[in-house]
C-alpha cells in the first residue's frame, strides 16, 4: 500500500468572543510578524475587532469575488508575510485557502458564518472564467470559530451549512459504490463523515431556535466533516453526486446557496440509492433548509438538465453512474421525492 499521508489543522479554537485570541493562537504556532487579513465588505467589522488585539504587523484586503483571478490579484501584492488570516464567509476563506497555497503560507481559518464545511477542509471551490472548480489546496493551520459571531449569521446560511453536512449521507453510499469499484476508501474518514452528520441530525431543534449549543454542535460538525475530507486527502466522505448536482447547477447560474443545493441533491441521490431519503426531506425540514426546487428558484427543467449533466461534472464513480441514470428515471426521482414540487 502506498503511503499515505495526512495534514490537519494544528489548533481549533471554538468558544465566544474567541475572534480576540487569534493573534495569541498564530503566536503559540510560531508566527508573530506579519499577517495578510483576506475579509469580505460584510464581515470588514469582524476584521477590525480581530485586528485590535493581533500585536503583529497586517495588511488588510476586502475579497470581492471568489475567483481564481481575484486570488490572483491579491497574491501579486502580497509580500512578506509570514501568515494568511481569513476572517469571513466560504468565498474570503476561499480565496485565502488559495492564495495561501500559491504563496506556500500558513492560513488561519476565521468565519463568521457556520455555511459550508470549506471553512475547515483543504478543499477551495472556485470560479475560474465560467466553470467553477474544485480544487486541493492544504487544510488551515489553525481555525479560529467564534460561536458569538456565528450565532448571528443570517438563518439562511446556518440552515444551509446544517444541509451540506446532512448531505455526507449520500457522499458516503456513494464512496462505498467507489470502493466496489477499486477506489481508496478509509472506513475512520467514513465514521468521521457519518458522526459530523448525525450531530447535526440531533442538534436540529437547538440549531433551529439557535442556541449556542445548537449552533456550538454545528460549527463542530463542520469541522469534523472538514476534517474526514483532510483524513481522506480527498472530498469523497463529504462529496458525492449530491455535490456534482450542485456544481451543475452552479454552472447552470443558479444562485441558491451551496449547502442548499447539496441538501436538495441529497433527497434525490437518497432515493435513487435505495436509501432513507424520507428522513433526509425531514431533517432538513426540520432545520428549516430548502427541500423543494421551488424554494431555491430553479425550475424542474433545469433541476433535470443538471441531474443529467451531474456525471459528466467529474471522473467520481457515483450512483448517477450505477444506475445509469436517464431521463426517464431522473423524472421520476424529482416527482417521487417531492422536490419537483408536483
Ligand atoms: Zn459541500
Not at 500585536?55 to 512578506?80: C, D, H, L, P, W
Amino acid at each position: 500500500m502506498d503511503p499515505h499521508v495526512i495534514e490537519l489543522p494544528r489548533k481549533i479554537v471554538v468558544g465566544k468572543k474567541v475572534i480576540r485570541d487569534v493573534g495569541k493562537v498564530c503566536r503559540e504556532l510560531g508566527i508573530s510578524e506579519n499577517a495578510l487579513v483576506l475579509t469580505g465588505t460584510n464581515t470588514e467589522r469582524f476584521a477590525r475587532d480581530m485586528e485590535k488585539k493581533l500585536g503583529m504587523n497586517y495588511q488588510e484586503n476586502v475579497v470581492r469575488e471568489a475567483s481564481s483571478s481575484e486570488a490572483e490579484r491579491i497574491g501579486k501584492s502580497a509580500e512578506g508575510f509570514d501568515v494568511v488570516l481569513c476572517v469571513g464567509g466560504g468565498k474570503v476563506i476561499d480565496v485565502g485557502k488559495l492564495v495561501s497555497f500559491r504563496l506556500s503560507l500558513p492560513f488561519v481559518s476565521v468565519p463568521t458564518a457556520p455555511s459550508h464545511d470549506g471553512i475547515a477542509s483543504e478543499r477551495v471551490s472556485i470560479k475560474n472564467g465560467d466553470a467553477k472548480h474544485s480544487l486541493a489546496c492544504r487544510p488551515p493551520i489553525a481555525i479560529v470559530a467564534d460561536i458569538g459571531i456565528m450565532k448571528k449569521a443570517p438563518y439562511r446560511l446556518i440552515a444551509s451549512g446544517c444541509a451540506d453536512i446532512i448531505s455526507n449521507r449520500t457522499a458516503v453510499n456513494d464512496w462505498r459504490l467507489g470502493k466496489h469499484k477499486g477506489e481508496y476508501f478509509s472506513e475512520f474518514a467514513v465514521d468521521l463523515s457519518l458522526h459530523a452528520s448525525e450531530i447535526v441530525i440531533r442538534s436540529a431543534n437547538l440549531i433551529r431556535k439557535r442556541k449556542e449549543r445548537g449552533i456550538r454542535n454545528l460549527v463542530e460538525a463542520i469541522i469534523t466533516s472538514g476534517i474526514s475530507m483532510s483524513m481522506a486527502k480527498s472530498s469523497r466522505p463529504a462529496s458525492g453526486a449530491e455535490h456534482m448536482f450542485s456544481h451543475a447547477l452552479d454552472m447552470m447560474g443558479s444562485t441558491a446557496l451551496h449547502g442548499e443545493q447539496c441538501g436538495i441533491g441529497s433527497i434525490i441521490m437518497s432515493y435513487l440509492q435505495g436509501d432513507d431519503w424520507e428522513s433526509i426531506r425531514d431533517v432538513l425540514r426540520s432545520v428549516g433548509a430548502p427541500t423543494t426546487l421551488r424554494e431555491i428558484g430553479v425550475s424542474e427543467e433545469t433541476a433535470l438538465e443538471a441531474l443529467l449533466k451531474a456525471r459528466k461534472i467529474r471522473k467520481r464513480y457515483t450512483i448517477l453512474d450505477h444506475i445509469r441514470l436517464d431521463r426517464r428515471k431522473a423524472v421520476e426521482a424529482l416527482r417521487v421525492t417531492g422536490v419537483s414540487g408536483n
